[in-house]
C-alpha cells in the first residue's frame, strides 16, 4: 500500500546459501515502495553476484568499509543514517556473533552498528548452529537490546540436515518489514469487500453452499482498515468476529449480497474486491416446508444467480479499481484471465483450490495476480500477509506515482 513509500531500508547479505534469497526479498521491498541499498559481506559475494543485487535494487552495492570511492559518495555513516530499516538476511552464525559482540570490522557491521534504524536480524544456518548454546546466547543478547528477530524456519536444509535454521520466507521478511511501520496508505479511500459461502435456500432447513471459510475476505478487511480506508465487509454466513474498524454488513443468499453491493457502491469506492464463493446458481423455487423424502430421485430446477461483480464492474458507479479472485481447479491462469477479461476486472486473483493446503478453508494461501501488464505468482504465506501485500497492491493501483518513486528517482541521478 505502498506503505513502504519513503522508506529507505539496508539489506547487509552474509554468505550463506539463502543469499539467493535476497533477490526475490529486494524485489518484494521495491513492489512496496521502499528504497533499498545492499551491503554484502565477502562471503556473501560468494553465493550471489554483487550485480544481480544491483540490478534488482537500482544501486551499487555497498562492499568495503574502506572504500574512497564509496565514502566521496555516500559514506559508511551516511548510509548507516540513510536507513529508515536495518536488515540483516541472511545473518549466519558467524554475523549473528559479530552483531553481538558489536564487531566493527567491516561495512556491514560498522554500519549496523552506526543505524541509528531499528535492526532486523533473520538467520540462516544449519541445524546444529542455530541449536548450540553460543548462538542461542548471542539471539538473547541481540533480543535484550531490541533488535527483531525474524525466524529461523525449520525444514530441509542444503547441508542435508533437518530442523530449524533455514531463511524464512522473502515474502514474510517482506510481511514483517511491513507490519512495523504505521501504513495509512489507504487513508480517505473507501474499500468494499466481499466474503464468505453464499447460502441458497432449498427449504427451510436445507441449502446450496461450498466450503468458503470467509478467512481470505476477512484478512483483507483488515488489512485494508489498518492501512486506514473506510471499508465496508460484506460477509455471507460464517463464524469470524469483525475485525477492528470494519464496518460488516451480513447476508445469507447471492441475491442479498447483490443487494448490498449495488447499494454500497452507490457511494464513491476506491476498491472492490470479491472475494466471496458466491453459488452461481439458486433453486428456482424454495420449499416453504421442509421437502419430504418420497421417490428414489429428487430434480432441483437450478436458475442463476446474478453475477454480483461484473455488474459492480460494469456499472456507472464503478470502484476506481474492481478486483476479482478466481476460485480454479485445473487451468489456474487461462481461466483466471478469462474471467478478468468477461467481467471487465482491473485485476483477478488466481486461487487454486484443487490443494487442501490453501484456497478454502486453510490458514495460508498461494496465489497468482494477474492484470492488465502480466501476471505473478505470490508465494505460499499467511492469508494474514498476503492480504497485506494485495491490499498494497491495490493501493499502488490507486496512485500508481508515489512520491518515494520520484525519491529514488532523484538518488538515481545521484548515483550517476
Ligand atoms: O473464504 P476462504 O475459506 O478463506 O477461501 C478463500 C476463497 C478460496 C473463497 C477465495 O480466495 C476465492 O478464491 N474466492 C473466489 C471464489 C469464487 O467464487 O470464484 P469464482 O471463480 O467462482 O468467481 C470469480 C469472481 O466472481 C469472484 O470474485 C466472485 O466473488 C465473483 N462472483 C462469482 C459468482 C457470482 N454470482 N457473483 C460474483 O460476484
Redesign the pocket.
Known amino acids: 500500500m505502498g506503505h513502504l513509500h519513503n522508506r529507505n531500508i539496508i539489506i547487509g547479505v552474509t554468505g550463506g546459501i539463502a543469499a539467493y534469497k535476497i533477490a526475490e526479498l529486494t524485489r518484494l521491498l521495491r513492489g512496496d515502495g521502499a528504497a533499498v541499498r545492499i551491503i554484502m559481506s565477502r562471503g556473501a559475494q560468494a553465493f550471489i553476484t554483487p550485480l544481480t543485487l544491483q540490478s534488482l535494487s537500482g544501486h551499487p552495492i555497498h562492499t568495503e568499509l574502506l572504500d574512497e570511492t564509496a565514502e566521496m559518495g555516500m559514506g559508511h555513516i551516511e548510509l548507516a543514517r540513510w536507513a529508515d530499516a536495518f536488515l540483516v538476511a541472511p545473518a549466519t552464525a558467524d554475523a549473528v556473533a559479530r552483531l553481538a559482540a558489536g564487531r566493527a570490522d567491516d561495512l556491514l557491521t560498522t554500519a549496523a552498528l552506526a543505524t541509528p534504524a531499528p535492526l532486523f536480524v533473520a538467520p540462516a544456518m544449519n541445524q546444529q548452529m542455530w541449536n548450540n548454546p553460543a548462538t542461542s546466547a548471542n539471539i538473547q543478547t541481540l533480543i535484550n537490546r531490541g533488535v527483531n528477530i525474524i525466524g529461523p524456519g525449520a525444514g530441509d536444509q542444503a547441508c542435508g540436515d533437518v530442523g530449524p535454521g533455514r531463511l524464512t520466507e522473502p515474502v514474510d521478511i517482506s510481511a514483517k518489514i511491513n507490519a512495523h511501520f504505521p501504513n495509512r496508505a489507504l487513508e480517505g479511500k473507501r474499500v468494499v469487500i466481499?466474503?464468505?459461502?453464499t447460502r441458497e435456500p432449498l427449504d427451510p432447513v436445507r441449502y446450496i453452499s461450498?466450503?468458503?471459510?470467509?478467512?481470505?475476505?476477512?484478512?483483507l478487511a483488515k488489512a485494508a482498515a489498518e492501512a486506514g480506508a473506510e471499508t465496508i465487509l460484506i460477509a455471507g454466513p460464517?463464524m469470524l468476529s469483525t475485525p477492528e474498524g470494519v464496518t460488516r454488513l451480513n447476508v445469507e443468499t447471492?441475491g442479498q449480497?447483490?443487494e448490498a453491493?449495488i447499494e454500497q457502491i452507490h457511494k464513491p469506492t476506491d476498491v472492490f474486491?470479491?472475494?466471496?464463493?458466491?453459488?452461481?446458481y439458486r433453486a428456482e423455487f424454495s420449499a416453504p416446508q421442509k421437502i419430504k423424502k418420497v421417490g428414489d430421485t429428487l430434480n432441483l430446477n437450478l436458475i442463476?444467480?446474478?453475477?454480483?461483480?461484473?455488474?459492480?464492474a460494469k456499472s456507472k458507479h464503478r470502484p476506481t479499481v474492481v478486483?476479482?479472485?478466481?476460485?480454479?481447479t485445473e487451468h489456474l491462469v487461462e481461466?483466471?484471465e478469462a474471467?478478468r477479461v468477461a467481467?471487465g476486472?482491473d485485476v483477478?486473483?488466481?486461487?487454486d483450490?484443487s490443494r487442501a493446503d490453501i484456497?478454502?478453508?486453510?490458514d495460508a494461501?498461494m496465489?497468482t495476480w494477474l492484470d492488465n501488464i502480466g501476471r505473478e505468482v505470490i508465494p505460499l504465506t499467511t492469508?494474514q500477509n498476503l492480504a497485506k501485500l494485495l491490499m498494497m497492491r491495490c493501493s499502488k493501483r490507486l496512485s500508481p506515482t508515489s512520491d518515494n518513486d520520484e525519491k529514488m528517482a532523484t538518488q538515481l541521478e545521484g548515483d550517476r
Request: charged residues 15%.
Open positions: 466481499t466474503a464468505g459461502p461450498n466450503h468458503s471459510s470467509g478467512k481470505m475476505g476477512f484478512a460464517v447471492a449480497m447483490h453491493c474486491i470479491g472475494s466471496a464463493a458466491v453459488a452461481d442463476r444467480n446474478p453475477d454480483i461483480i461484473t455488474e459492480v478486483v476479482g479472485f478466481a476460485a480454479e481461466h483466471a474471467k467481467k476486472l483477478v486473483v488466481a486461487n483450490v484456497g478454502f478453508n486453510s494461501n496465489v492469508k
